[in-house]
């Protein structure tokens, strides 16, 4: 059975910090494509950011410089640093792990609120 757990997500204040994890069982891990997207009440999900399994990254231009994705293969979690956050970044945060069309899996979802 294929898990993606999350967790860090939380209320921050802006300008501050969090560092989201998802720690994933069931898969290969190191051969994934890992991710983060988010979704914002109304607004379709959005891809923040990715990183391959050789750890090629990829961010959406909104957190370019703000935000790290990273991933620990001996541990088979995927992290995401997010830095001088904004209030447009709250919303709900959405682990996926991807390989192939037919094996591509998702996280239950956390929310991350930036507020002050």
């Known amino acids: 059975q294929v898990q993606l757990v999350e967790s860090g997500g939380g209320l921050v204040q802006p300008g501050g910090s969090l560092r989201l994890s998802c720690a994933v069982s069931?898969?290969?891990?190191?051969?994934?494509?890992m991710g983060w997207y988010r979704q914002a009440p109304g607004k379709q999900r959005e891809l923040v950011a990715a990183?391959?399994?050789?750890?090629?990254?990829n961010y959406a231009d909104s957190v370019k410089g703000r935000f790290t994705i990273s991933r620990d293969n001996a541990k088979n979690t995927v992290y995401l640093q997010m830095n001088s956050l904004k209030p447009e970044d709250t919303a709900v945060y959405y682990c996926?792990?991807?390989?192939?069309?037919?094996?591509?899996?998702w996280g239950q979802g956390m929310q991350v609120t930036v507020s002050s």
């Open positions: 996926n792990a991807k390989w192939v069309v037919t094996r591509n899996y």
């Open positions: 990183i391959t399994s050789g750890g090629n990254t």
């Open positions: 069931g898969i290969t891990f190191s051969i994934y494509t």
